[in-house]
């Protein structure tokens, strides 16, 4: 044991490398899987709290009347509803004898009754009230807990919207249903109206609506206000928040009472999995049987198994992406570890001998031999095992979800024992390869040996016939879901490259050696032979070349599949935080003018996502496109700044107007309608506010002058006119035609400029017959402007003659174009707007497209550029300008546009107070980097993310391993270095030459590493699963990042030359003339 | 154990250099030593002397002919069983103090590191390592690091190892080679330590004239084959199987390559003569 350690000592760098190679090897090969599975475990109690509580918990309630009427309201006044405390065993049976105590919370009892209204001006409004167990502990109370019938607790800010503080009533009105008595034989129902009233004991707050104690927010309806839902037309009714109450409060017909029990997310783990699962399904069957095919309320909610089987399809990728990250480093310590046993095997190279000449038996040689890498490699797994739990550990306290279990599992501890075997046999065959060596030949002298050439060419055409066959493999069978394979490619390619690279440098040094020898300098001479004279050219290229290609490889992928990820955020979200809000577009359009001037901050958009192709639209305020809107530039060839510039209209010539009259000199008005439509001239203006206004200035009479005059509303500052129109007194159906002439327009008793010339006005959209035929044609009179008007027919001869159409007369000002201009994705279909029309039909050219504009109405859309995607729709849709659009299309009430506010990032909060205090609600902002950090949390970004810190290991452990290796080699080098100084080449000359040579065996390792990526890059990344993209994502875009490529290559290649610089001192250093003689002296 | 004897019997050793060519380093040597007997061999460098020990200590094995030990053959036995020689029968002192010792080991380690190979029954009868320093008087070396210790100690407590296993035989190449003459005779007057009180039969390779004068019995190998025996001070020819004898260096220049000599018998022995081409006394 002296010798033993004494022996260690001696050789401690070496040892030392060769401890922290192995200990490197199984630091990877035991983190690799623990950290595989607490991802996993961590991807299972991120996907269990993403999900609502309601659809991983148990949850069952059973109605109070169970859906009995009574017959009488004799009967309905004598029944009496059942306590909830009555209801509660038959709520909670479902839950008995099944293992539920173990992976759901404790039960929590509660009673729901949705049938309340209450009214606040001329709107109705839901008012459910609600029973919870603990609730009074779970919300934050002002007041005091309701205790008996009667009691309530109103929502902060309900209460303070509608005055009521603790003390004040509140009345909540049911109704009650009875049968009457029988009419014609048949039970008729009737209602009967009840005010309840409630006294409030105080207010609440939830502090907390993500707890899983509240389960079902749901059942609040809302939680900060009266709430209108943000997206108009969807048909919900507006809601209240609950009122909390106590349980004897529920007296209604129709309240539940139910047991909810949230999933315990610290009691699921991988392991339980099935359990869990087969104790839901056992829930779910026993509810159905206990509601006897009656209402089971939320169990069509329950969705574990969705969630399990998105946790374990994700567990799968990981795995693979696991072993693909962890395989190349293994190899490559293992690799670096058998370079450096067989180079300590060397070293001790005599003392086996002499250990041989003493006559010690085969196996006293063996262990005299094993016994100090087999210490090393013993000294190294509990170390190893450490580090790799260590940092386990750290990493599931710092990045991984709380309470994930972390402990080695079988997987692991099988992947140590694979790693511990492969380093204790790599010892054995660098040590049996010593002690095979005849004594004779050991003790001849310090003679390095050189390795077998068949054994080697064997294994390298295994090598790279197993590479060739499996990138074969790959790209021949184009399956996409070769995850593992693919992302191997790197590994398989570099290996046979680093084969031939081998033999390529080879040929190289000595066609460099021929060329030198009589006409280059001797530092190139003595490069060029050691070159073409080295037996470890391969074991000194690999490990550096294979982590080249993995770190390139990695990053490159990984640089795609985040550069993708952003692309998805940046579609989905649309700038770096995104609100919605229930104002209209064209307030949100005015007041973000208002409050961000410059347009730095604030954007406006409306969007409408229900639909197909050119259904699917978003209008943006695009004089800040660039600035607040997020964009990708592989989207367009074209900048962003670009497309804001074909995009924008000038809005500063369009008219505006001041003053609180407007005064119409209407002339030669000529109309008639078969219907007896009374037209009227209305003008349609947007005002101070941003708030579309419709006036009527007045009604039309036949005659040949006729002066209107109508009060401006919310014109005091500025308003901006948008259209003339004509219409009937009734809006629904309009059979008008003939002519008028506009004359003259004042403000306030003012002439106001209104350009009444023909080439000044276009008809307005949208047209009543099609997207071509206008029913209003304009031209220029002596007296104004006059317009002829054709709705319900058009001229004889000239067209369809639908007089079933209603519609409007609409003309506007010019400065806005008819055709608006349009980004388009490539993923959409879309016809041209050039189709047949009537006599007076607009014609567009063959690029024009039919679009769709706020309200749904078709529209010609002049398409700027192709883009592979937008902000807000994705790969399919149209972007156009939200000014130009309201000018003729605001959507109307119940329209299915959603109003959002895009904000830049960095946009101060003042500014968005600023757009609160102007009274627009916003709702909690959705914000590119929470989604793009819920994107990057997904199992292909996890799994990808580790590739690429493997690869940045495998990197490091190479260069280490590389500078280890040829600082071990400087020894014998040495021995060369010293013949040569003797003989008179100068130190200069040997640091230059050794210099020489490492750069370029280490360069062309280097290149070869890098162009093996790239050549795994072009054959595999298009089948590399990068995630789950939505049917609106757009595609990742797979173009070979060069700036990585070449930034990894150069890099590389400045830590290579360091190595080859220091390397080549110390060699130098080293090879003294006096290095001979204590060569000699052995 | 007593010393062992070595007898050659037509020893050839061909080896192949690295360029592939066959050199014949040995050619027919037929050599006895006995039990106990204290041999050097002399010779010009590449004569085969080296060789020769080696075949001794089989870690070669001769090309033609045989080597015996004690009347055992080891030219033929297995691996194992030669293993079992070096670890109790023959102690090699290899050229070069370091080649014969574990660099990071004390001498007393060292020592026992060389004696680990002998049959645990054999060993209990040596002297332990620190004792056995004490014997050939470095008990003052036993604990200290090999770096600090001269060429001659180092030297001496490489001899100490060698011979810590009781051999019989003791093959020692250029023991003295790089030592000081106070070193070199007191390595010399340990070796005759050895043999006088062990009996050990010892074998010594030596390029100094001086060292061989001091071993009763001196061998010069010239081109393969044994030249001359030097025995108590006096040189001689010896007669090989063939018949053939070298003449000694100081007459050869008398007889250049392809001088024909004509043997006259005299009463007591033979007198070389050459003569030219006609039969002609020169």
Known sequence: MRVLLAGLMTRRGMNATSLLVTVIAIVAAVLGPMYGRETAEHLLDTRLDERAPYTTGLSYSVASANGVVPDSLAALEADQAPAVDDLLPDARQPFQELDVTRYWSSPRSWALDVMGTFTRGPQKYAAPTYWRQGMCDLARITGRCPQSAGEALMQATMAQTLGLAAGDTFDVTYLDIYFGPIKDGTKVEKQRRRVATYRLTGTYVIDDPASPDWFDLSRFTGLDDLVVPPQRGTGAAPSAPALLVAPSSMVSQAFRVGVDRPIDTTAVDLDTLGRV?????????????????????????????????????????????????????????????????STAAEVRRPHVALAKLRGQSRAQVLRFALSEPFLVVLVAVPVGVGVAVGAAHVIARGWLHPGIPVGLDVVAILSLVAVVASALVASTVAALTVIREPLSAALAGPVRRTTSGRVSLVLRSAVVAIALASVGNLVTSGDQSSQLLALLTPMFVALAVAVAGALLLRGIGRVWTRRTASSGGTPAYLAARRLSRRNDVANLMIPLLLAAAVLTFAAATTATSDSWRVARAQAEVGAARTYVTSSSPGRLLQVTREVDPDGKYLAAAATDTIGDDLARAVFVDTSRLARVVAWDPAWSDRSLASLQQALTLDHDRRISFTGKSLLVDVGDVALRSRTGVRSTLRVQYVDDRGEQKDLTIGELRNGPRQVLEVPLEGCAQECVLEQLYVTGSSVSVSDVQGRLTIMSVEVDNTLANWQLEADAWRPARPFPVSLVDPPVVISQAQRGLEIRLYLGRLPAGQGPQNAQVSGFARITPATTPDTAPALVTTGTRTETADRSGSGVALTYPRSTVAGVSLNGQQVPMRVVDRVRALPLVGTEGSLSDLETALVEFDPPFGALVTTQLLVADGTPPSVIAAVRDRGVTLTDPVSLEGTLQDLRGDAFSLGLRLFLVVGAATLLIAVFGVFASAVLQSRWRSYEVASLRVVGVSQRALVRASVLEYVVLLGVAVLLGVLSAYLSLLLVLPSISLGTAGVHDPAPVYATPWVIVVGVAAALFVLATLIAVLVSRRTTRLGRPSTLRWAEQG | MTGVAVRCVNVVQIYTTAGGHDVVALRGVNLDIRPGEQVALLGPSGSGKSTLLSLFGGVLRPSAGKVLLDGRDISRIKESELGRLRSGTVASLLQGAGRNLLPYASPEDNVEFARKAVAPAVRR??????????????????GRPLQTMSGGERQRVAFASAVSSGAGLLLADEPTSQLSHDDRDAMLELIHV???????????????????????????????????????????????????????????????????VQFEETGDGVVLRPIDEQGERT
């Open chain 1, 277 to 341: 699962e087969g104790v839901a399904e056992r829930f779910k069957t026993r509810a159905i049987d206990a509601s006897d095919g009656g209402q089971t309320e939320v169990l069509p909610d329950l969705d574990l198994g969705s969630v399990i089987d998105q946790v374990r399809s994700e567990r799968t990728l990981l795995s693979r992406v696991m072993i693909a990250a962890t395989v190349p480093l293994v190899l490559l310590t293992l690799l670096l570890l058998f370079a450096l046993v």
């Open chain 2, 194 to 260: 050895v043999n006088a009180e062990l009996g050990t039969t010892v074998v010594l390779v030596t390029h100094d004239p001086e060292v061989a004068a001091k071993m009763p019995r001196s061998i010069t190998i010239r081109n393969g084959r044994i030249g001359s025996e030097g025995r108590h001070g006096f040189d001689f020819g010896v007669v090989d199987q063939d018949g053939a004898v070298h003449i000694p260096d100081d007459l050869a220049a008398r007889f250049p390559a392809g001088t024909l």
């Open chain 2, 125 to 142: 009868r040596l002297p332990e390592p620190r004792r056995l320093l004490d014997q050939l008087g470095m008990g003052e070396l036993a």
